[in-house]
C-alpha cells in the first residue's frame, strides 16, 4: 500500500529565498508523481506531474525530480515570491493503478 | 489546460437531508472521475473512483449506500450525499482524468459541505 510523507509539514522563508520540499513514498512501483498546490479553501493546481519512465519536470521556477529507488521527489522553488504561499501536496499513484495516494501536504510561507 | 467545474462551490444543510454535488470536464471526456475527502489540515482522502456507464468503485471503509455516486456521461459525474449527519461537514474535491493523452487528473475547485 502506497503511503505518502511530506516533511516539513510547514516552512517559512523569507523572499527570494530558493527552497526546496521533500516527500517520501513506500511503494517504488509508482506509475506518477504529481505536485499540487492548494491556496487556503481552494481546490488543487497540478504543478507538474513527472511519469515514471521520467526523472524530473520543470516549469518556471519550478522543478520537481523523482528518484523511484531511494523513495522521494523534490519540488524545487527558485527565487521565491510571496504568491508562492500556499499548502504544497505531493501525490503518488499506488501500485500500477491510477489511484492517487497523497501527502499531508507543506504549508509555505514566503515572508515580503 | 483541462478545466474541471464543481457545484456548488458551497452548500449548507440540514441533518437527514441529501445534497448533490455536481464535478463537470468542461473541455475533454473523461470516462474515469474521482472523489475525493479532505478534512481541515488533512490530506486529501480518495472515496470512490466513479467510471462511465457502470458502478463506482468505493475505497475501504465509504459507505457506498450514503454516499451515491452516478457517471451518466463522460463529461459529468455527480456525488450525492444522503441522510447528511454533521460529521459529513468537509471539503469534497473531485478530479477527471482525461480520455488522451498521459494519465494526468485534473482537479475541480472543491465543495465545502457544512451540515447543522
Known amino acids: 500500500k502506497q503511503e505518502v510523507t511530506q516533511i516539513p509539514a510547514a516552512l517559512s522563508v523569507p523572499e527570494g529565498e530558493n527552497l526546496v520540499l521533500n516527500c517520501s513514498f513506500t511503494?517504488?512501483?509508482?506509475?506518477?508523481l504529481q505536485w499540487f498546490r492548494q491556496d487556503p479553501g481552494k481546490g488543487l493546481t497540478s504543478l507538474l506531474l513527472?511519469?515514471?519512465?521520467?526523472r524530473e519536470q520543470t516549469s518556471g521556477r519550478l522543478n520537481a525530480s523523482l528518484d523511484k529507488s531511494s523513495g522521494r521527489s523534490t519540488l524545487y522553488i527558485a527565487a521565491s515570491q510571496p504568491g508562492d504561499s500556499a499548502t504544497y501536496l505531493c501525490?503518488?499513484?499506488?501500485?500500477?493503478?491510477?489511484?492517487?495516494?497523497f501527502g499531508k501536504g507543506t504549508k509555505l510561507t514566503v515572508n515580503p | 489546460g483541462a478545466v474541471v467545474s464543481q457545484h456548488p462551490s458551497r452548500v449548507i444543510c440540514k441533518s437527514g437531508t441529501s445534497v448533490k454535488i455536481e464535478c463537470r470536464s468542461l473541455?475533454?471526456?473523461?470516462?474515469?472521475m474521482f472523489w475525493y475527502r479532505q478534512f481541515p489540515k488533512k490530506s486529501l482522502m480518495l472515496m470512490a473512483t466513479?467510471?462511465?456507464?457502470?458502478?463506482?468503485?468505493?475505497e475501504q471503509g465509504v459507505e457506498k449506500d450514503k454516499f451515491l455516486i452516478n457517471h451518466a456521461s463522460l463529461t459529468l459525474s455527480t456525488l450525492t450525499v444522503t441522510s447528511a449527519h454533521p460529521e459529513d461537514s468537509s471539503f469534497y474535491i473531485c478530479s477527471a482524468r482525461s480520455d488522451r493523452g498521459i494519465n494526468e487528473q485534473y482537479f475541480g475547485p472543491g465543495t465545502r459541505l457544512t451540515v447543522t
Open positions: 473541455d475533454f471526456q473523461a470516462t474515469t
Open positions: 513527472i511519469q515514471s519512465s521520467q
Open positions: 501525490a503518488g499513484s499506488q501500485g500500477g493503478s491510477e489511484k492517487l495516494v
Open positions: 511503494d517504488s512501483a509508482i506509475y506518477n
Open positions: 466513479s467510471n462511465e456507464g457502470s458502478k463506482a468503485t468505493y
